[in-house]
Nanobody, 126 residues
C-alpha cells in the first residue's frame, strides 16, 4: 500500500510560480509512473502531467505545456510539480497519483491510477 501526501498549495497572483510536492510512504514508488491531476468545482478531475519511473519521459496536458514541469526524486520517494506563469484557470485542487502497472506505459486516464493523495488547493488570483 502507498500513501501519498501533497503539499505546497496556496494562494498566488497570476503570473507567479508555485511548487507542489507529493511525499510517498508505505512502499517505494521508484518503479511507478506518477501523475498530477487537478479538479475544479463542478468539473471532472483532469490530467495535468505524468512522469516515467526513471524520470526520463514526461507528458503534459496542452493547457500546461511550457509552464509546468513534473519531476521526481526516487531516493526521497517524492514527486514534484513546478508551476510557472500561473493563470486564474489553473485554480483547482491538485492531486498526485501512482500507477503501479509497471509496464512502461504513461497514462492520462484517472481510472488507470491506483493510489491517490488527498489533494492540495491552488488558487490563482487575477
Amino acid at each position: 500500500q502507498v500513501q501519498l501526501v501533497e503539499s505546497g498549495g496556496g494562494l498566488v497572483q497570476a503570473g507567479g510560480p508555485l511548487r507542489l510536492s507529493c511525499a510517498a510512504s508505505g512502499r517505494t514508488i521508484r518503479t511507478y509512473a506518477m501523475g498530477w491531476f487537478r479538479q475544479s468545482p463542478g468539473k471532472e478531475r483532469e490530467f495535468v502531467a505524468v512522469i516515467s519511473w526513471s524520470g526520463g519521459t514526461t507528458y503534459y496536458a496542452d493547457s500546461v505545456k511550457g509552464r509546468f514541469t513534473i519531476s521526481r526524486d526516487n531516493a526521497k520517494n517524492t514527486l514534484f510539480l513546478q508551476m510557472n506563469s500561473l493563470k486564474p484557470e489553473d485554480t483547482a485542487v491538485y492531486y498526485c497519483a501512482a500507477d503501479n502497472a509497471n509496464d512502461g506505459l504513461l497514462r492520462q486516464r484517472v481510472s488507470a491510477y491506483d493510489y491517490w493523495g488527498q489533494g492540495t488547493q491552488v488558487t490563482v488570483s487575477s
